[in-house]
C-alpha cells in the first residue's frame, strides 16, 4: 500500500471515530438529561409546582392540601379536566406574608393533522404565608379545584 492510500486511511478511521464519539455523546446527553428543575417545597415556585402536579394528575386530595384549611374546606369541588396540561414558571413576586407566582399555561387537546391542537395562557397564583411555608388563596381557572361558594 502506497504512503498517501496509507494516510487517506488513517484519516477517514479518525475521521469516522470521532464522527462515532460525537454520535455517543449526544446519546448520553439526551438519555441523562433530567425533567423539570424541582423547586424546594417550602417555596411559593414548590408549592405552586406540587399543587399543579397533582391537579394535573388528577389528585385532589393532594392539591387540597396546598390550600388554606378554610378555603379547602368551604369551597365547592370542582373537577380538574382531562385535558394535558404543561405548567411553566415565569416570575414569581415574594413579600412578607404573600406572594404572586405568574406561570404559563399550555392547554394539549390532542393532535391535528398540523400537530398539536393547544393554546397558552397566562394564569396568576395568589399565595399566603402558613406556618412557616405556603399556601395557595388563588389558582388560575384552568389548574382550580376549588371555588368560593360565597362567591356566588
Given at each position: 500500500?502506497?504512503?498517501?492510500?496509507?494516510?487517506?486511511?488513517?484519516?477517514?478511521i479518525?475521521?469516522?471515530?470521532?464522527?462515532?464519539?460525537?454520535?455517543?455523546?449526544?446519546?448520553?446527553?439526551?438519555?441523562?438529561?433530567?425533567?423539570?428543575?424541582?423547586?424546594?417545597?417550602?417555596?411559593?415556585?414548590?408549592?405552586?409546582?406540587r399543587?399543579?402536579?397533582a391537579?394535573?394528575?388528577?389528585?385532589?386530595?393532594t392539591?387540597?392540601?396546598?390550600?388554606?384549611?378554610?378555603?379547602?374546606?368551604?369551597?365547592?369541588?370542582?373537577?380538574?379536566?382531562?385535558?394535558?396540561?404543561?405548567?411553566?414558571?415565569?416570575?414569581?413576586?415574594?413579600?412578607?406574608?404573600?406572594?404572586?407566582?405568574?406561570?404559563?399555561?399550555?392547554?394539549?387537546?390532542?393532535?391535528?393533522?398540523?400537530?398539536?391542537?393547544?393554546?397558552?395562557?397566562?394564569?396568576v397564583?395568589?399565595?399566603?404565608?402558613?406556618?412557616?411555608?405556603?399556601?395557595i388563596?388563588?389558582?388560575?381557572?384552568?389548574?382550580?379545584i376549588?371555588?368560593?361558594?360565597?362567591?356566588?
Amino acid at each position: 500500500m502506497s504512503e498517501d492510500a496509507r494516510r487517506s486511511r488513517l484519516v477517514m478511521i479518525a475521521l469516522l471515530a470521532t464522527v462515532a464519539l460525537v454520535v455517543v455523546v449526544a446519546l448520553i446527553v439526551v438519555f441523562t438529561r433530567g425533567g423539570a428543575a424541582q423547586f424546594d417545597e417550602d417555596t411559593p415556585e414548590g408549592v405552586v409546582q406540587r399543587y399543579s402536579q397533582a391537579v394535573v394528575e388528577g389528585d385532589t386530595r393532594t392539591a387540597l392540601e396546598y390550600l388554606p384549611p378554610d378555603v379547602a374546606e368551604d369551597c365547592e369541588r370542582v373537577t380538574p379536566g382531562t385535558e394535558d396540561r404543561r405548567v411553566t414558571l415565569l416570575q414569581t413576586t415574594e413579600r412578607d406574608d404573600s406572594a404572586r407566582v405568574e406561570v404559563l399555561i399550555a392547554t394539549v387537546y390532542g393532535t391535528g393533522p398540523l400537530g398539536s391542537d393547544e393554546y397558552e395562557t397566562e394564569g396568576v397564583f395568589e399565595l399566603v404565608a402558613a406556618d412557616g411555608g405556603w399556601l395557595i388563596e388563588t389558582a388560575p381557572w384552568e389548574l382550580a379545584i376549588c371555588f368560593d361558594s360565597a362567591a356566588k
